[in-house]
């Protein structure tokens, strides 16, 4: 079994910047991306930047789907170019996946993509049908800003100064998530929340809660990213899930599972989906992030966690909620596709990837 890991980046190096969701054509992501851009240009990279970053002509997307598939096959399969950041996130990036060729990219040189959310349609059958590392992690937008650990985090895994992440003390409630009057050059995250992690593991067919601080470890690829984006491609052709285990034979996947636009009904349908279309069948273990919609939301007794726990609670392995995943800040920057050690303790995390 063998995931192809890219290259790190090096001084001088080319990153491009493309819009295969939404571009940077309005406030406040006009300016986080000409912040974004001083700052990585003062790190001695070039920054080349896509036609579809400056377009808005789209229908939920920045602009044809088709001329974005293009442009991101064109940037990555440029040997010139040795990195991609997304421009953004977004709702319709499936749509681009649609015009992508998977299997063709496997046999172009790795390179680094990075995004998160709606990036997920690019990563995972990076991953799945290329065979491909990606990161789960800041678009350019998330650049724009004072960088704090986890933008710190992102780039020294790109310039491979790093294989190992840990969670965040403290994050950013979602109410918090404003834009500053002066400039985002000083801006940093309301850092106003302690991190609780919850930690369940199995128990008699169920999930249990742990309650003292125990030692949880996982070891296995990580894959997965955006609940939404993840049940919408379940069954389609980019769903190569179960060749994919086929693939990686005695090797088992740590899910990575986080949620933008679910309620807490639709966060229960997703992973339900994906559990009984056979995607969780060669588990070590999850990791759940934080979610966006459903962040302490309640519907008819159904909330964030036993959407997910009375699901997974037969599969007999440790789920990890409320990690530094996804849309509610600071995010860990994840590789997908890595083989990765996974230890917990209390409310600490750390992922170790395997990158050479």
């Not at 249990?208 to 993840?230: A, F, H, N, T, Y």
């Not at 890595?338 to 409310?347: D, Q």
Request: some cysteine; hydrophobic content about 35%.
């Amino acid at each position: 079994m063998k995931i192809r890991i890219p290259q790190f980046l090096e001084e001088k190096d080319t990153i491009a910047i493309t819009a295969p969701s939404f571009g940077c054509t309005t406030e406040p992501y006009i300016s986080k991306f000409n912040t974004a851009k001083k700052t990585i240009e003062s790190m001695g990279y070039s920054i080349k930047t896509g036609d579809t970053v400056k377009k808005s002509d789209g229908l939920g997307i920045s602009t044809k789907p088709g001329t974005c598939a293009e442009e991101l096959v064109e940037f990555y399969t440029d040997p010139s170019t040795k990195a991609i950041i997304s421009a953004g996130g977004g709702e319709m990036m499936c749509e681009t996946a649609g015009h992508i060729s998977f299997e063709k990219l496997a046999s172009s040189a790795p390179k680094w993509f990075m995004g998160y959310s709606d990036n997920t349609n690019f990563i995972f059958p990076l991953v799945t049908i290329s065979h491909t590392a990606g990161i789960y992690g800041p678009c350019i937008s998330g650049f724009g800003k004072k960088w704090e650990q986890s933008e710190t985090d992102a780039f020294d895994i790109l310039e491979g100064k790093t294989n190992i992440v840990r969670g965040y003390g403290k994050f950013q409630r979602p109410e918090d998530d404003t834009n500053p009057e002066d400039g985002f050059e000083n801006y940093t995250y309301t850092l106003s929340a302690e991190k609780v992690l919850s930690s369940f593991i199995p128990d008699m067919n169920t999930l249990s809660k742990v309650q003292d601080p125990r030692q949880i470890e996982m070891e296995g690829i990580l894959l997965g990213g955006c609940l939404d984006v993840l049940a919408n491609l379940c069954g389609t052709r980019l769903d190569k899930v179960m060749e994919f285990m086929d693939y990686i034979g005695n090797q088992k996947i740590i899910w990575v599972l986080e949620s933008c636009d679910a309620n807490p009904m639709e966060l229960r349908r997703q992973v339900w989906h994906l559990k009984n279309a056979g995607w969780f069948r060669n588990t070590a273990g999850f990791l759940v992030g934080r979610p966006l919609a459903s962040f302490e939301q309640e519907m008819m007794g159904v909330n964030q966690y036993n959407a997910v726990t009375d699901i997974l609670g037969d599969l007999g392995v440790p789920v990890i909620m409320d990690c530094d995943i996804g849309h509610i800040d600071p995010a860990m920057p994840l590789v997908m596709g890595a083989c990765s050690k996974v230890k917990v303790f209390g409310n600490e995390i750390t992922v170790e990837f395997r990158l050479s």
